[in-house]
């Protein structure tokens, strides 16, 4: 295809405003995929995605409109992926900006646009759902006029359900969003390059890498290069995304597709890398593409496998980092859990969705120990340490200082919950900055505030008391010191490190309160009464105990309902795999995870 009749675009927006919809349609008035096998969401390509209706991955397609052929990437939503967001970002010209007429603009819509400003791009704002009673359609013509400095006739109106106004998008964009035709005059140009924005591991076929051809063209069968790591292979096969992998012969400037390139290291074929050829890299220097910011993980979990070896959940780590390249990890041993990873993420979900995926796709079982953010030590002589696990803080006394992540907290709230908000993030230890309103209805609150303090269930907490309106985005800003302690907790005299936090000092007693309460509700009876203790060093600021199990709870189970019995002898056994003893007791998995909810 030629590079003027291509247009290349992401479509961006705040989490369930439309996107993966839009992207169906997009599809259907296209003719890419049949309208009988379009389901809802079909961009959405794993059952996690399907059955939580979220979109996790980025997802490209190439479709046809009129003379032109379009490359659209679908992207998430939710905050702990916007690493999927920046990257697609970085292989198009334009971006559509959704906004949902019953919600109107949110933090993820604020956080998607201004990374597409940084990448220059040619910005399109549609307003969805227009079928809806609900629909403010007047309201968010204004917050978009007021954010993009453009009049309301710029402003698309469409329903992506109903699949009114989806041509017209589609006319626009061809109109609007340049062509990926490169201005460059210094002699590179002719040079082949192509920037790796996603990679996934096939298990027949090796490493296959998604690529945007910034100059040049690569054949099936060309000898190729990866500049960061110097590592040769062969183009074997390469195409476009229909969305299922579609054979072409060559993959040209502008467009967008993928390279199966038979490497079977996933480290050979990074993203954010540059694919040359070899018979241009032996006679010329070429420059790399503008890679990737490296993204730092915010929150460390231990895993270890309960049934598997530590050799199987490393490479089911592997694999799934060539798919997810936020994902850090490194070896770590417990004397209590065994041989397993201390694995960095971007965020609780992002953790949960590793966890599903490593159970599905990899058949693991896993203990997972109550996440934790990482923290700085000072000690004496200025020497500074990291530290990403509270069994890693040093004594008392030995150390200087320890600070904390800090982030920059923006909230967008409908100006009624405005008063509770602000309650929420001054109850977790919030400094607020300042307030901007987007209408006279919708306020923006900026605050710093410890990253501790919003991983766990701030979200959750900030939608119950806006009934679902507010929304919130956050941005590392820096480590500040604080008076934080390690809160131990001890099951029948035994402390059990994986339960340990690092919590402020002025909350110890409170948090080791609600977790031994917790505790108890999670840890089944034993034969004998187990202690829980919350303890600071050798202070003990809590105590809640476990009674033991009397004779007569287990005669119950005998004589009733037959099937109720067998169930519950199956569910004792499936949750057995799940156990671990420390010291006299048996801990479920879901105590480790559970202490942390407020
Ligand atoms: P994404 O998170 O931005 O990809 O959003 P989805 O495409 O998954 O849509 C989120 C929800 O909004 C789904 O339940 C859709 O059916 C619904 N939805 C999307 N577009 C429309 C629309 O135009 N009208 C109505 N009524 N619902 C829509
Ligand atoms: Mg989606």
């Not at 919809?21 to 959405?44: C, H, M, N, S, Y």
């Not at 900026?446 to 501790?452: A, G, T």
């Amino acid at each position: 295809m030629k590079q003027e009749l291509i247009r290349n675009f992401a479509i961006i927006a705040h989490i369930d405003h439309g996107k993966s919809t839009l992207a169906d349609r997009f599809l259907e008035v296209t003719g890419t995929i049949p309208k009988e096998k379009i389901k809802e969401q079909t961009l959405d390509r794993m059952d996690l995605e399907r059955e939580r209706g979220i979109t996790i991955k980025l997802q490209p397609v190439r479709m046809n409109w009129k003379d032109f052929e379009l490359n659209l990437i679908d992207t998430p939503g939710h905050v702990d992926f916007t690493y999927e967001v920046s990257r697609s970002l970085a292989a198009v010209e334009g971006a559509l900006l959704l906004v949902d007429a019953t919600q109107g603009i949110q933090a993820q819509t604020l956080t998607n646009l201004s990374l597409a400003k940084e990448q220059n791009l040619t910005i399109i704002p549609v307003i969805n759902k227009i079928d809806l009673p609900s629909a403010e359609i007047e309201r968010v013509n204004q917050e978009i006029e007021k954010l993009l400095g453009v009049s309301k006739n710029e402003i698309l109106q469409v329903s992506a359900k109903e699949g009114t106004g989806v041509g017209e998008i589609l006319d626009k964009i061809i109109e609007k969003i340049p062509s990926p035709v490169r201005h460059e005059t210094d002699s590179r140009q002719e040079e082949t390059r192509a920037l790796i924005f996603d990679s996934i591991f096939d298990s027949y076929r090796g490493v296959v890498t998604f690529v945007r051809v910034v100059s040049g063209e690569i054949k099936k069968g060309e000898k190729i290069e990866f500049l960061a790591t110097r590592k040769q292979a062969e183009a074997l096969e390469v195409g476009y995304f229909s969305p299922d992998f579609v054979k072409a012969p060559s993959l040209k400037a502008g467009e967008i597709g993928y390279i199966i390139t038979g490497l079977k290291e996933v480290s050979e074929a990074k993203v954010g890398d540059t694919i040359i050829k070899q018979q241009e890299a032996s006679s010329k220097k070429i420059e790399p593409l503008p890679g990737y910011k490296e993204v730092k993980p915010f929150v460390y979990a231990s895993l270890y496998s309960t049934t598997g070896e530590p050799h199987e959940l490393r490479e089911a780590l592997e694999k799934l980092k060539l798919n997810d390249a936020s994902l850090t990890f490194e070896p770590e041993n417990s004397p209590a859990l065994g041989s397993g990873f201390r694995v960095g993420f971007l965020g609780l979900l992002h953790l949960d969705i590793i966890r599903e995926r490593l159970e599905r796709e990899f058949n693991q079982d896993l203990i997972i120990t109550t996440p934790s953010v990482s923290y700085k030590i000072i000690l004496p002589g200025l020497k500074e340490t990291t530290i990403k696990s509270a069994n890693d803080m040093p004594q008392a006394g030995t150390f200087l200082e320890i600070q904390e992540p800090m982030v920059k907290l923006e909230i967008i709230t409908p100006v009624q919950f405005l008063g509770k908000v602000m309650e929420l993030a001054q109850d977790r230890r919030g400094e607020y900055k300042s307030i901007d309103y987007l209408d006279s209805k919708t306020a923006l609150v900026f605050y710093e505030i410890p990253l501790s303090e919003i991983i766990i269930d701030f979200y959750d907490e900030l939608k119950s008391i806006s009934s679902g309106y507010a929304s919130l985005n956050y941005e590392f800003l820096n480590f500040k010191k604080a008076d934080l302690v390690k809160l131990d907790i001890l099951v029948a005299g035994d402390i059990v490190p994986p339960l340990s936090i690092i919590t402020p000092k002025e909350k110890a007693e409170k948090t080791g309160r609600k977790i031994v309460e917790r505790l108890k509700e999670s840890i089944p009876r034993q034969l004998f009464s187990v202690s829980l203790q919350a303890a600071v060093g050798a202070k003990v600021l809590a105590r809640e105990d476990v009674p033991p199990l009397r004779k007569d709870v287990t005669a119950k189970l005998y004589g009733g309902d037959v099937t109720r019995k067998r169930k519950l002898l199956e569910k004792q056994k499936k949750g057995k795999k799940r156990l671990k003893r420390f010291g006299k007791v048996d801990i479920p998995q879901e105590a480790f995870l559970s202490i942390l909810k407020r």
